[in-house]
């Protein structure tokens, strides 16, 4: 799909150059073009486009040494610094799962990626980017002064293309939840036999796709011993509470392509304008508060008991971010998390 009213590639050039200081994501939207847009806009200046084939680096990523690694949506960014270690590569799912860099990587929605260095006063500053076929950001790589530059170079000419053009094709994309059905034609009763009898928590999106239900809708339908409506500033409540009374999280956050995990403990917590963030030492969470609609705890039964998690909705219904307590799988869920998130303030709502 090709979009005759976007401006050309010189013309994108010359708005970075005007608008230095601005955020990409920014400067794409006031030209009403995609953040893919305005990187490959660079192709043959200080951007090279590469292969956003995952099996094709995956395995050789972890060359680079300490990295920083981003996924974000509309609503929330999730910076990991540490190593790409232990890949497994599948192909419909792939997954990182180091100590600090823990990543489910989706391949069909990865289709535009591109190597990408920045002056920043003295310094270089070298990524590797992902998008989908709408243009949108699923994951970057930033290098960090640790990195290995020579294992980046030679990486970076591994998965070059041949095709280094100006511009790029994109293809509208639907929404990775399309709602069919209002909430009253939904089959509660069949959710509520099928939810109950969860041995574990991954079995939830087969159920939600044969009963073509939404995550959101599910939560919604469930039943208040299960899922129950939260005040917004119980986010912010619960992050508090992990921080004085030590106690590890998990914390996701995911787009079409791409999810990325944070597990342990956190320390520092800042809020600035709709902003809250977390500001580790190797973890920094940046979430926008005015775009959760809803908050919900939700409890699943496992083999191991029930797993309680924290979920933050857009006015779309779409899951921004997604917390639970740290465990390791066949292991119970802490006793700590879970009277957390039990105690946190509840939107009463009618059984209507």
Same mark, same amino acid.
């Given at each position: 799909m090709t979009d005759t009213h976007k401006p050309a590639p010189q013309d994108i050039r010359q708005a970075r150059e005007d608008n230095p200081k601005m955020r990409e994501r920014d400067l794409a939207q006031q030209l009403g073009i995609t953040e893919a847009d305005l990187v490959a806009a660079f192709c043959g200046l200080n951007v090279v486009r590469i292969t956003p084939r995952i099996e094709t680096f995956l395995t050789e990523i972890q060359t680079l040494g300490e990295v920083m690694a981003l996924t974000r949506n509309e609503s929330a960014v999730h910076e990991k610094i540490g190593v790409y270690d232990k890949p497994i590569v599948g192909k419909h799912a792939s997954m990182l799962l180091g100590e600090q860099i823990d990543l489910r990587l989706f391949p069909d929605s990865w289709a535009h990626g591109f190597a990408v260095e920045k002056q920043d006063g003295e310094f270089t500053r070298r990524s590797l980017q992902f998008f989908d076929a709408a243009g949108e950001a699923i994951h970057k790589i930033h290098l960090r002064p640790a990195s290995d530059l020579d294992a980046y170079h030679?990486? $970076?000419?591994?998965?070059?293309?041949?095709?280094?053009?100006?511009?790029? +094709? !994109?293809?509208?994309?639907?929404?990775?939840?399309?709602?069919?059905?209002?909430? /009253?034609?939904?089959?509660?009763? %069949?959710?509520?036999?099928?939810?109950?009898? *969860?041995?574990? $928590? &991954?079995?939830?999106? %087969?159920?939600?796709?044969?009963?073509? *239900?939404?995550?959101?809708?599910? $939560?919604?339908?469930?039943? @208040?011993?299960?899922?129950?409506?939260?005040?917004?500033?119980?986010?912010?409540? *619960? #992050? @508090? &509470?992990? =921080?004085?009374? @030590?106690?590890?999280? *998990?914390?996701?956050?995911?787009?079409?392509?791409?999810?990325?995990?944070?597990? %342990?403990?956190?320390?520092?917590?800042?809020? #600035?304008?709709?902003?809250?963030?977390?500001?580790? +030492?190797?973890? /920094?969470?940046?979430?926008?508060?005015? /775009?959760?609609?809803? !908050?919900?705890? =939700?409890?699943?039964?496992?083999?191991? %008991? /029930? =797993?309680?998690?924290?979920?933050?909705?857009g006015a779309d219904g779409e899951m921004i971010i997604q917390f639970f307590g740290k465990r390791h799988e066949g292991s119970g869920e802490r006793g700590d998390w879970r009277q957390l998130v039990e105690n946190l303030p509840r939107i009463l709502r009618s059984a209507a």
């Open positions: 030679a990486l $970076v000419t591994k998965l070059r293309l041949d095709d280094q053009s100006q511009s790029i +094709e !994109l293809t509208a994309l639907p929404k990775p939840e399309e709602k069919t059905a209002e909430i /009253h034609e939904l089959d509660a009763d %069949g959710l509520r036999d099928r939810w109950t009898q *969860m041995k574990d $928590v &991954h079995e939830f999106f %087969g159920i939600l796709r044969s009963l073509k *239900m939404t995550r959101h809708q599910a $939560v919604q339908v469930i039943g @208040q011993d299960y899922a129950w409506a939260l005040d917004r500033d119980a986010l912010s409540a *619960m #992050m @508090q &509470h992990a =921080v004085q009374e @030590q106690i590890p999280i *998990m914390c996701f956050v995911g787009n079409r392509g791409c999810i990325q995990i944070h597990s %342990g403990p956190i320390s520092n917590i800042k809020t #600035m304008g709709p902003w809250l963030n977390i500001l580790d +030492e190797t973890f /920094h969470m940046h979430l926008r508060l005015d /775009h959760i609609a809803e !908050l919900w705890a =939700v409890r699943k039964p496992t083999k191991d %008991g /029930h =797993v309680t998690s924290l979920e933050a909705y």
